[in-house]
């Protein structure tokens, strides 16, 4: 079955310290679709990556890097120099390629993260 | 640009009440999505629609009337709704159904119901 575990509910850091989110995920499909959005205080959801399951290569966004690992089922997201404005809840979701995946996203249940000045 | 708005942003309507939610496009996105998302919790997919077709009804109660006027635009009617139904309302539209197709959000809808 489909499954995305945050397991961290909380983290909390202090400004210009570097945070990791963990994203762990289990599927039974070799083509899958793995998504971070950050969630801010006002609501929006905030779209800030897609990667495939064939494009093992880390990306990097600034200060937004993730790490995303196939032999470990894992989609990791680091802030490096977090910023208050970083304050928010990050989901990790996952999408899978089949006509069973009913245009359903499987959502993690997210991490918030507390950016102290 | 990826912009998805919505309309009101904050609504509080009484159980009797009749009151719509509004989602607008103009990405050129053919498939159009409600979520419901409580406190805490990740969003929960109520409706899709693709092509202007309602694809997608995840089970949710009659008194949540989703309509789809064009592409651009996503319409969400509250008739009769429980304080339980108390939630953010989130629109998304992505360029195609299926799932893997990046889903960009509006702003949501924070509705009260008293």
Redesign the interface.
Same mark, same amino acid.
């Given at each position: 079955a489909q499954k995305v575990t945050q397991a961290q509910t909380e983290i909390s850091v202090v400004e210009k310290e570097d945070v990791t989110l963990d994203c762990v995920y289990e599927t039974r499909d070799t083509t +899958? +679709?793995l998504?971070w +959005?950050k969630q801010p205080p006002? @609501?929006? *959801?905030?779209?800030l990556i897609?990667r495939?399951s064939f494009d093992e290569q880390n990306e990097i966004s600034g200060r937004y890097s993730w790490n995303f690992q196939k032999s470990t089922s894992s989609f990791n997201f680091t802030i490096t120099a977090s910023q208050v404005v970083d304050s928010a809840v990050y989901?990790c979701?996952l999408?899978?390629?089949t006509l069973d995946?009913? +245009?359903? *996203?499987i959502? @993690?249940? @997210?991490t918030k993260l507390i950016i102290k000045p | 640009d990826?912009e998805v708005t919505q309309t009101p942003k904050h609504l509080v309507m009484g159980m009797t009440n009749k009151k719509s939610l509004k989602c607008e496009q103009h990405m050129g996105h053919r498939?159009m999505y409600w979520y419901k998302q409580k406190a805490?919790?990740?969003?929960e997919?109520m409706f899709?629609y693709s092509y202007e077709k309602l694809?997608?009804n995840e089970s949710v109660p009659s008194r949540f009337s989703p309509e789809c006027p064009n592409s651009s635009l996503l319409n969400l009617h509250l008739h009769a709704l429980q304080p339980e139904d108390s939630a953010?309302y989130?629109c998304?539209s992505s360029q195609w159904?299926?799932?893997?197709d990046?889903?960009?959000?509006?702003?949501?809808t924070?509705l009260t119901v008293l």
């Open positions: +899958y +679709y998504f +959005y006002s @609501g929006e *959801l905030v779209f897609r495939n989901f979701a999408s899978e390629a995946s009913n +245009y359903q *996203l959502w @993690g249940a @997210g | 990826t498939a805490k919790k990740p969003p997919l899709v694809s997608i953010l989130l998304a159904t299926g799932g893997t990046t889903q960009y959000f509006g702003p949501g924070r």
